[in-house]
């Protein structure tokens, strides 16, 4: 696929652009922002050596928000023509005149507005063939099954090639875009033993293919973690310390991101209220937001409405230095723009320099968590109960495979309950962090 050769030139979308913004005002609109985009990616999946599925995905759209005072009203479509960009503008209006005014409806403050718009190394387009994906596929899946002869199916490996293009502009002057790639390789597979299936998987993402993980070591880790829960065992209802992976302590970053954005705080449904300058962690515990990481995967010169990203402490030990806002939520609280329409930039959290073995060795007795399932998650009151599966860890080492029980407790206890930080840090996402420790939580099983 050639994913470096886009339909439409950046100059294009940029004129697109302009055209909305000149419609809408116009028609009448106090002001207007629009965003142009399109993007495109092929997807190759084998199972069990024959190529099972080649999927393309090409996809473009404009969506335009107008305001008449503090009135809104937003439509998009996917016809680049312009009687469409007039039908779309003229809908967007009519939904703006229906709507109630709300004084915190806008564009960003232009002052928030970014300024320069640095290149942060984005775009890597893989030029890479549906043959060429099924032999990077056949390779991944060849290493898992590899592994142990236990390996008896799987449910495929695939590859998959993204990329992406857009204009983001406003009545304010503002005009900015770039392309983006995401490039992965992932591999599923199921394991028998004594009638009893297990499933597991693992992937490898980056903005560049040449930043992948080998399809092999991709692959051999799949096995691994498939056979590893075989003969899994139920445990008893009990409270211990809790070791949460990397890949799945991510969700728990992710938990208080969410209690700390502007929805869940102008609208009084988060259990951290008012935390802006709380101890709501141990005060070992640093969450950075950096946004300006070459080729990261959630690096972003500006927000979705235009507002310059900025390198930030948003905890600095253990203490709440600000919220996750966007322009909306930020004047409901009385407060401005963070620079997170769109959701966080790279969330980096700070290891207190334990491998994985030394957390075990610290977890001591207890559970190793590697999988979550449900989303028992409360955000008033915080209240937190996951069905888990995982490893029962022994005097430091892990003792058997568990599976079939539910993890417990409140985000508030367990925040301020975490005894460390590993440096086995999960780099796939938009939070960073290695496996996170909590000192103790209600295992409910048998």
């Not at 999927?55 to 305001?67: A, F, L, M, S």
């Not at 993204?162 to 591999?187: E, K």
């Not at 869940?264 to 962690?281: A, N, P």
Request: with cysteine; glycine share 10%; proline share 3%.
């Amino acid at each position: 696929m050639s994913a470096s050769r886009f339909s439409y030139s950046p100059e294009t979308l940029r004129d697109l652009a302009a055209q909305v913004l000149d419609l809408a005002r116009a028609a009448g609109a106090s002001a207007a922002e629009t965003e142009v985009s399109e993007g495109m990616g092929q997807t190759v999946s084998v199972r069990k050596r024959e190529m099972e599925t080649v999927e393309y995905n090409k996809d473009k759209g404009i969506g335009v928000t107008v305001y008449l005072g503090h009135c809104r009203g937003h439509a998009s479509t996917s016809d680049f023509s312009r009687d469409a960009l007039v039908r779309t503008v003229d809908k967007a209006l009519t939904i703006a005149r229906y709507t109630a005014e709300d004084d915190c409806a806008g564009l960003a403050d232009a002052d928030l507005l970014a300024r320069q718009v640095p290149d942060l190394d984005l775009y890597h387009p893989w030029d890479v063939s549906v043959e060429a994906s099924a032999e990077i596929a056949r390779a991944a899946e060849a290493a898992a099954f590899g592994v142990d002869q236990r390996i008896t199916n799987s449910e495929g490996a695939s590859v998959s090639s993204q990329a992406s293009q857009f204009v983001y502009a406003n009545s304010l002057g503002f005009v900015g875009g770039y392309p983006t790639s995401r490039q992965t390789v992932s591999c599923v597979v199921i394991a028998e033993a004594d009638g009893a299936m297990q499933r597991d998987y693992w992937y490898t993402t980056a903005r560049a293919a040449s930043d992948l993980d080998s399809p092999e070591s991709v692959g051999r880790r799949a096995g691994e973690r498939t056979v590893r829960r075989l003969n899994g065992r139920k445990l008893g209802t009990r409270q211990c310390p809790v070791l949460f992976e990397a890949p799945i302590a991510t969700g728990l970053i992710a938990s208080y991101v969410s209690a700390v954005s502007g929805g869940h705080l102008y609208r009084k449904s988060s259990f951290l209220l008012d935390s802006l300058g709380r101890q709501v962690f141990p005060k070992f515990m640093q969450i950075q937001e950096r946004p300006f990481i070459p080729k990261g995967l959630a690096s972003a010169p500006f927000d979705s409405e235009g507002v310059a990203t900025r390198e930030r402490d948003v905890v600095r030990d253990g203490i709440v230095q600000g919220y996750f806002l966007s322009s909306y939520s930020a004047r409901k609280l009385g407060l401005q723009s963070t620079g997170n329409a769109g959701g966080n930039h790279n969330l980096i959290v700070p290891s207190t320099g334990e491998d994985f073995q030394a957390l075990l060795k610290k977890l001591g007795t207890g559970l190793l968590v590697t999988e979550l399932l449900g989303h028992g998650l409360n955000m008033v009151t915080g209240d937190y109960s996951r069905g888990a599966a995982g490893f029962w860890v022994e005097n430091g080492e892990i003792a058997y495979p568990v599976e079939e029980i539910t993890v417990a407790g409140n985000l508030k206890d367990m925040f301020q309950g975490i005894v460390a930080i590993g440096s086995d840090v999960e780099t796939r996402g938009s939070r960073q962090v290695g496996s996170i420790l909590i000192d103790r939580m209600t295992l409910a099983g048998e």
